[in-house]
């Protein structure tokens, strides 16, 4: 039931081997191959993360046949896998709530600014034109968003308030490193979360090692930080573990650099990283 449909095997090579390409800066990395085996997929330990506060859902009915009937109008989502029970809103977006993989917004004056997924491909309508995210040559996204300005609402600092859109679309889009995976407009924006399972594709002597997210399947390149325990410089590839804490760079998750993710790690201990999303090279050879 729980299964990563993409399947690979491991070995280590340098990227500049004939028969594989990648956008990878690093100098060694995992070669992922198609091999007809599958990873597994985990299920994130809810115990281990923040308690889920989403809106519940409505009922219809009374007693035993009462059935749930979600309303996307008001379902709260922290992550895209809270957005699961709706096919066609499969993204949670910037403001909490489940968005399809296209969606338009009116930068109309006056109306809550909210800060674009990039998961979600926008189409953006002001009074200076109408302007729609891209994917530059390099595979990363060209972002848009409506020009906004603070709504002063008083308070104890003279000017307690919201951001509100002036009616005007920003011109210049800005520029998100999706390490060249941009498709469409958008990117891949899942970062880990508390709870998810991962284990260690590679781990080596300085620090350095390749951890599969178990629980979304994304795969990480990341160094340890320096302030771990001494079991932390002996582990080995097949390590088992759990996301721990997070202290991430933002809440999406699309290029290098996302943050840090300490891993609670069987007989070993707590281990800390700094880590950055790793794109698979494209292998043609066996």
Do not use: K
């Not at 690979?8 to 500049?16: D, E, G, Q």
């Not at 880990?192 to 090692?209: C, K, L, M, R, Y």
């Amino acid at each position: 039931m729980f299964r990563w449909t993409t399947r690979y095997t491991s070995c280590v090579l340098l990227l500049s081997v004939t028969g594989c390409t990648s956008e990878t800066t690093a100098t060694t990395t995992t070669r992922l191959c198609d091999d007809g085996g599958s990873w597994l997929f985990v299920p994130r330990d809810l115990d281990a993360g923040p308690a889920d506060v989403s809106p519940q859902p409505a009922t219809v009915g009374a007693g035993d046949a009462a059935v749930p009937v979600p309303d996307a109008a008001t379902w709260g989502c922290y992550v895209d896998s809270d957005c699961s029970v709706f096919p066609d809103l499969p993204y949670c977006d910037g403001t909490h709530r489940c968005a399809p993989a296209r969606t338009a917004v009116s930068c109309e004056a006056g109306t809550s600014w909210f800060p674009p997924s990039p998961e979600v491909n926008h189409t953006y309508v002001g009074s200076n034109g109408t302007f729609g995210d891209s994917c530059d040559p390099s595979g990363n996204l060209l972002a848009y968003q409506c020009a906004s300005e603070t709504v002063c609402m008083g308070g104890p600092n003279g000017c307690d308030g919201l951001l509100a859109n002036t009616g005007a679309v920003i011109a210049s889009p800005t520029r998100i490193d999706c390490l060249g995976t941009c498709q469409q407009g958008r990117c891949d924006g899942r970062c880990p979360q508390q709870g998810d399972h991962v284990t260690f594709v590679q781990a080596q002597g300085d620090g350095g090692a390749v951890i599969h997210n178990d629980s979304d399947g994304r795969m990480y390149t990341c160094t340890q930080d320096g302030s771990n325990e001494a079991n932390c410089a002996s582990l080995r590839a097949g390590q088992p573990g759990t996301v721990s804490a997070l202290g991430l760079q933002g809440g999406y998750c699309t290029g290098a650099n996302i943050g840090r993710v300490d891993l609670a790690l069987p007989n070993v201990g707590t281990c800390g990283y700094a880590c950055s999303i790793l794109v698979l090279p494209r292998c043609t050879g066996p």
